[in-house]
Each structure stands twice: as C-alpha cells, then as structure tokens.
C-alpha cells in the first residue's frame, strides 16, 4: 500500500522560504517509472501542478514558478522535498504531494498522479 | 502551455441519472510514446483528489463502472452513468503529456 505525508509550517511570513517534506512508503522512488510530484490549491480554488521529480533525478517545474522552486529527493529516507522562496500571501494554499506513475519509452514521461497525500495548508501571513 | 478548459463548471443531477463532463486541451495530449496522459480525478468535500481515470479510457483500481471516460486528441468525456450520492464533488481532468502539467478548474457535481 502507497501513502504519503506532507510536513511543514503551518504559517510562514511574506517574504520568507517554505520548505515541505513529503514522507512516503510502500514504494522505492530509485525505481524505474515512479515520480513524485507536488501540487497546491488555494483555498476555493482549482489544483495547480507545480514540480514532479522522476526516479533518475530528472525534475521538472512550473514555468511560472520555476525561479522560487526547488525539488529534491532523499531515496534512503523515502523522502521529497520541495522549497518555495520568497512566499506570497497569494501562496496561501493546500500543499499536496502524490506518487506518480510514468512512461519510460519516451523521455520526459508522461504519467497521472495516485495516490495522493491528505495535504498540508500553508497561511502566509504576517 | 497546454490549456484545459472543463465544461460545464456546475452539474445539477438528480440521483439515478446520468452525468457528463466535457475536458478539451488547446493542443493534442498525444504523447510522443503513443500514449495520451489525460486523466481525470475526483476531490469529494474536504478529501484530497483520488484518481479515477487514466490514459483517456482505464478504470482505476476499485472505481465503480458508473464511471468511464472516452476521447482522443483534444476532446475527452467523462460520464457517471447513474450518479449516486457519493459522487458529490469536484472532478477535475488533467493532462499529463507535456510540461507543464496542467488541470482543468473543475467542474462541481452536486445533486438537485
């Protein structure tokens, strides 16, 4: 059984560096085809897709975002991090991590996200 | 960027009847290893999205067969045949072909 579990501030300042964990189990992320990837939602809002990092690595971003993002894995500890700088009151959303399943024929793969983590919200306030 | 756009946003169904839900991307979501990454998820009030659809057509592990999706290139459906109250939520599609990654704004089914 796959499950994951966002970590991290509740509420962090404008102006400020978040930094999430995602904790997982149940599979290995230095296995061919598997990602993770994070995802957020403001409160009311729809999903937005903003970094996946493949098992070789390979990561990808939003365009719009890629200046704040960082993503990186620990495969030892079963562990992704994502670190968003320079927080926004707009950034105050839901914080979802999710497993990824990917293509391996093609480079970069495509792939859908499951399951998902239960989320953690970040207020950003001062 | 890819585009999704969803219609409709709102879907009032009476329970027993059917439900539908039209996704269209602004480029084809065919990706260069043939497969067409479109899935489509559900997010029930306060839960966090759960996979129901993937690759256009295929059944998720343990999603009932009221649900199914169909479509090719840049026009996909996903149909409830029979909506149950449990089906209240927001669906969302997502193309997962080409970065970024996009989700469509979701649509909400609630029961009339």
């Known amino acids: 059984q796959i499950t994951l579990k966002e970590s991290g501030p509740t509420l962090v300042k404008p102006t400020q560096t978040l930094t999430l964990t995602c904790t997982f189990s149940?599979?290995?992320?230095?296995?061919?085809?598997?990602?993770v990837g994070w995802i957020r939602q403001p409160p009311g809002k729809a999903l937005e897709w903003l970094a996946l990092?493949?098992?070789?690595?390979?990561?990808r971003y939003s365009p719009s975002l890629k200046s704040r993002l960082t993503i990186t894995k620990d495969t030892s500890k079963n562990q992704v991090v994502l670190t968003m700088t320079n927080m926004d009151p707009v950034d105050t959303a839901t914080y979802y991590c999710?497993?990824?399943?990917?293509?391996?024929?093609?480079?970069?793969?495509?792939?859908?996200?499951?399951?998902w983590g239960q989320g953690t919200l970040v207020t950003v306030s001062s | 960027d890819i585009v999704m756009t969803q219609t409709p946003l709102s879907s009032p169904v009476t329970l027993g009847q059917p439900a539908s839900i039209s996704c269209r991307s602004s480029q084809s979501l065919v990706h260069s290893d043939g497969n067409t990454y479109l899935s489509w998820l559900q997010q029930r009030p306060g839960q966090p999205p759960r996979l129901l659809i993937y690759k256009i057509s295929n059944r998720f592990s343990g999603v009932p067969d009221r649900f199914s999706g169909s479509g090719a290139g840049t026009d996909f459906t996903l149909k409830i045949s029979r909506v149950e109250a449990e089906d209240v939520g927001v669906y969302y599609c997502m193309q997962a072909t080409q970065f970024p990654w996009a989700f469509g704004q979701g649509t909400k089914v609630e029961i009339k």
């Open positions: 149940g599979f290995s992320l230095s296995t061919s085809g598997v990602g």
């Open positions: 999710a497993h990824s399943v990917l293509g391996i024929a093609a480079r970069p793969g495509g792939g859908w996200f499951d399951p």
């Open positions: 990092i493949y098992w070789d690595d390979d990561k």
